[in-house]
């Protein structure tokens, strides 16, 4: 995905722009590449779930610790 994208930009973006503003659009385009790496990990793998389960789980431990504690 990251040798389309580079290749992309190569073709069509790159001999259109000068050298200014060339490294500023570089930038643009890797973070937008690894934003969007990211987005469909996120995705893929249900990390949200994950993460919600992991706070849930300590939100009822410290329930019950609380309960313990008082009883």
Do not use: C, H, T
């Not at 890797?30 to 249900?46: D, P």
Request: aromatic share 8%; net charge positive.
């Amino acid at each position: 995905m990251i040798i389309m994208a580079k290749m992309m930009y190569d073709m069509y973006i790159k001999p259109r722009l000068g050298e200014k503003g060339q490294d500023m659009v570089e930038y643009a385009l890797m973070l937008a590449i690894i934003v969007g790496i990211g987005w469909l990990i996120w995705k893929q793998s249900n990390l949200a779930d994950q993460i919600n389960a992991v706070f849930n789980n300590a939100g009822n431990l410290m329930k019950q610790a609380n309960n313990q504690s008082k009883g």
